[in-house]
């Protein structure tokens, strides 16, 4: 499994409708409050401002930054790609495992990649002027790293620094955000799908110093005037950020519980956000059995350095942890 939430994938396999698997592989934020989004016709039939002022603002607000550090893009894939082509150093380090889309954009820009396994070899050196990647919290498993002195050596090394933080948010980590100013090569991805639980909205945004801010030039309208309405109305709800917090606490804590109480899996790693990576030497055969429950969990063999002993599972509601607990139940007395 290359990525997450292929739903549609496994409905068709199992000759069901894709509403009707639970999707433990999509880590999207398990609050999802009913939007009350009305779209007038004038939305749709004018065009937008291409400068994306107001959502602009909003996002300056909530990010403590200037809309001059802000580049949107149709989400944050597209961002990715759209930076690494712009940046002209031809030498990657990749911290690994992580989202697979920097090796693929990375490759697509004819970069030469280096990786460095981050679990077991944190402070391998990075050559010079290059260009580094890290994802903090990391995916798969959810691991947030004080990097402060990680990034200190960069600096000394000059990197470019690209730097993910699209799931900081659910725990309340420190962002690097506030070294921006001071460090004119960092740039920092940000997607707001998955904190903002709107896997359908496609925006993501770089942020960085203003002057690599216009070097970027977004294309014109690459965004849609649906999604901006959208992103501007859920960030600009006040409750949303507490209740998130707040549910993702509960039901972290809950799916801990199930994961550890099932005794399925010799190795729960501790995770900083919202999901759980498993391995278990059975995990092909748990992967299977859930499936065939319509319970769809993300394999991990995709990542470097992993294999399909590891299972990741997101964090859902106490429903979907209870049809979760029922079959991983069921799995144990069939093979018992």
């Not at 001071?182 to 991805?189: A, H, Q």
């Not at 649906?226 to 600009?236: A, C, I, P, S, T």
């Not at 990542?303 to 509601?317: E, G, T």
Request: aromatic fraction near 12%.
């Amino acid at each position: 499994m290359k990525h997450g939430a292929d739903i549609y994938k496994y409905a068709k396999q199992l000759g069901c409708g894709s509403d009707e698997i639970i999707d433990f592989s999509s880590n999207i934020n398990l609050y999802q409050p009913q939007t009350t989004l009305h779209v007038e016709s004038a939305t749709l039939t004018k065009y937008a401002d291409s400068s994306y002022s107001r959502l602009k603002s909003i996002i300056a607000d909530k990010y403590a930054l200037k809309k001059s550090q802000i580049a949107l893009y149709n989400g944050a894939t597209a961002a990715i790609y759209a930076l690494l082509s712009a940046l002209k150093q031809k030498k990657v380090t990749l911290y690994a495992p992580l989202y697979g889309e920097y090796e693929k954009a990375a490759l697509q820009s004819k970069k030469d990649i280096y990786k460095i396994n981050r679990i077991e070899n944190l402070d391998a050196p990075v050559e010079k002027k290059s260009i580094v990647i890290f994802v903090n919290p990391a995916t798969p498993e959810g691991s947030f790293y004080e990097i402060q002195e990680l990034f200190s050596y960069w600096k000394k090394q000059k990197c470019t620094v690209i730097l993910d933080e699209s799931f900081l948010a659910f725990e309340n980590h420190p962002s690097l955000r506030t070294m921006l100013k001071s460090y004119k090569k960092l740039y920092i991805i940000q997607s707001f799908s998955k904190f903002y639980s709107c896997a359908g909205v496609r925006i993501g945004a770089v942020f960085s110093h203003k002057e690599n801010i216009e070097k970027l030039n977004p294309p014109l309208w690459n965004i849609s005037s649906l999604d901006v309405k959208f992103l501007q109305e859920r960030l600009n709800d006040d409750s949303f950020r507490q209740e998130s917090v707040a549910l993702h606490v509960t039901h972290k804590r809950e799916l801990q519980e199930i994961l550890k109480n099932s005794q399925l899996f010799e190795q729960i790693v501790q995770s900083d956000a919202n999901f759980i990576l498993t391995c278990s030497a059975q995990a092909e055969k748990i992967f299977t059995h859930l499936l065939k429950h319509k319970i769809l969990v993300r394999t991990c063999g995709s990542f470097d350095y992993l294999s399909n002993n590891w299972l990741r599972f997101a964090v859902k509601d106490s429903e979907t942890h209870t049809a979760l607990q029922n079959a991983l139940t069921t799995y144990l007395g069939e093979n018992q």
